[in-house]
């Protein structure tokens, strides 16, 4: 894993806001949790790309249960780091979802436009429950009634990477979140 003290990634980031092992702990709770609350249905857990594919890898193992495991990719049209809330659907589901419990698998919940927009378009399909789990959520700057089901951490309004999560596609492979250096967004 690569290492926070000679990672020439990291000299970009002005502060860790989360260790991977904070992230980590966080994850083998809420698996504890969703294993519980699942036990005995027919589970899809459903993973946005790109942003949840760590997170996702993780919280899928932590889940003691015989899922199934799809992906979707959506584009949200914005600028690099505000959302729009028009979605397009780059890649859809495998398979469908009637009578079956989705679980949707988000790195952060932002304004909450992009996750407004799924479920509305997942709830159309039939599933017999859909519920949203996020490893970030950031109320403050929500724009829709949209409460996440599940959530690892509440964070404060500030633009995080890492984990999964990108600024301009890039930082995706940091082990930890953390917040960049104002002078990285002028580049
Ligand atoms: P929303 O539609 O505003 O809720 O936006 C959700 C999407 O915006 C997430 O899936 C991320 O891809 C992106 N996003 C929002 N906040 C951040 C952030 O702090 N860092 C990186 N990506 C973010
Ligand atoms: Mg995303």
Same mark, same amino acid.
């Given at each position: ?14 502060? &860790? ?6 992230i ?16 005995g ?44 809330? &028009? &979605? ?19 790195d ?6 992009t996750?407004?927009?799924?479920r509305?378009?997942? &709830? ?18 929500r ?45």
């Open positions: 894993m690569i290492d926070p003290k000679v990672s020439s990634l990291y000299q970009d980031l002005r502060e &860790v806001l989360l260790t991977h092992a904070q980590q702990a966080r994850i083998e709770e809420m698996g504890r949790e969703l294993t519980e609350a699942y036990s249905c027919d589970l899809v857990c459903v993973c946005i790309l790109k942003g949840a594919a760590l997170f996702f890898s993780d919280l899928v193992r932590a889940i003691d249960l015989p899922l199934h495991m799809d992906f979707m990719s959506i584009s949200s049209y914005g600028s690099a780091t505000k959302s729009s809330g &028009v &979605v397009r659907i780059l890649k859809d589901l495998d398979k469908d979802i009637v009578g079956r419990h989705v679980l949707v698998i988000e952060i919940v932002d304004t909450g436009l996750l407004s927009f799924l509305e378009n997942l &709830v159309a399909r039939g599933a017999a429950s859909l519920k949203v789990c996020t490893l970030l959520d950031k109320p403050s700057r724009k829709t009634e949209l409460i996440p089901d599940y959530k690892g951490f509440v964070i404060e309004d500030k633009f995080v990477v890492g984990y999964g999560l990108d600024y301009d596609e890039r930082y995706r492979n940091l082990p930890d979140i953390g917040v960049l250096k104002p002078e990285v967004y002028t580049l």
